[in-house]
């Protein structure tokens, strides 16, 4: 059976309903993991009708789920700019929030009383309890962009819609290639858009993960609608490719040395004799 998201064949009404529901999930989890993303491109994944995706677009749009964001092209003599859709604050809440109102509340009572550490201790702990369950799932994982895959697939498991993307595999460079790992969730966005040192203590806890020095492109509680870290994925390559010409060239410049310092002694018959 073929659907084109607008008709289904002579099915039961309820697996109509069902199949709709299906196709607009798939829709919105798209919408998380890329985008900003077109509906043009939303159907090329989906293999749907752009009107189809539409359609899902419009009314997650009008529920309030997914926003519009407006994308101006630089091209020269472009046409007028393009509309993308990203998930709004409200389909961010629906996703879950971890009881943000509670605790919200109880930080700012506690750092009243605390000179604002009481913050900084809870994000120490909440992140601690993730650190502490991802580490062996990682630590036999050596290459670094399958320990960065595997730690967004953790990231997922726990809500926060991890994913990555892959930057500049196609420059020569190597230390200009680099991974992205992003996540289309936070379940403590409001609390960190109060208080920022939960996504410093986050980002911490992912640099000793992937046991490399990270750097935050953006975050859900300063505005963006994901969250991104940049991972040096070919800055690590190469600097162990020196490591490892470096000591190549220690081993070879000791075996000389070795060898340089093995002196030939050479006996004439008369001395010879005399020792003999």
């Not at 697939?153 to 991890?162: H, I, R, T």
Request: with cysteine.
């Amino acid at each position: 059976m073929k659907f084109d998201g607008d008709t289904v064949s002579a099915a039961p009404e309820v697996d109509a309903r069902e199949l709709d529901g299906t196709t607009r999930q798939r829709v919105l989890q798209l919408v998380v993991e890329k985008g900003p993303i077109s509906a043009a491109q939303l159907g090329r994944e989906l293999s749907l009708t752009a009107a189809a995706v539409r359609r899902h677009l419009d009314a997650m749009t009008e529920q309030g789920v997914v926003e519009i964001k407006t994308v101006s092209s630089r091209r020269k003599g472009a046409g007028r700019p393009s509309r993308r859709y990203v998930l709004s604050s409200r389909g961010q809440q629906e996703l879950g929030d971890d009881y943000l109102n509670l605790v919200r509340t109880a930080l700012a009572v506690m750092d009243e009383r605390d000179e604002g550490r009481a913050a900084q201790s809870l994000a120490k702990s909440y992140f601690a309890e993730f650190e502490q369950r991802y580490a062996p799932e990682l630590e036999h994982v050596a290459d670094l962009d399958e320990r960065t895959e595997r730690l967004s697939a953790l990231f997922s498991a726990d809500g926060f819609a991890g994913f990555t993307r892959l930057v500049g595999r196609d420059n020569p460079l190597l230390a200009m290639q680099s991974t992205q790992l992003c996540q289309g969730h936070c379940p403590v966005r409001e609390i960190a858009a109060a208080h920022p040192v939960f996504c410093e203590e986050e980002t911490a806890m992912i640099a000793r993960l992937l046991d490399v020095d990270v750097r935050r492109l953006s975050t859900q509680a300063a505005g963006a609608h994901v969250c991104t870290t940049h991972v040096p994925v070919g800055r690590e390559r190469l600097a162990a490719e020196r490591a490892a010409r470096a000591r190549e060239g220690t081993s070879e410049t000791s075996q000389a040395g070795r060898t340089a310092g093995r002196k030939r002694i050479v006996i004439s018959p008369r001395q010879q004799e005399r020792l003999s």
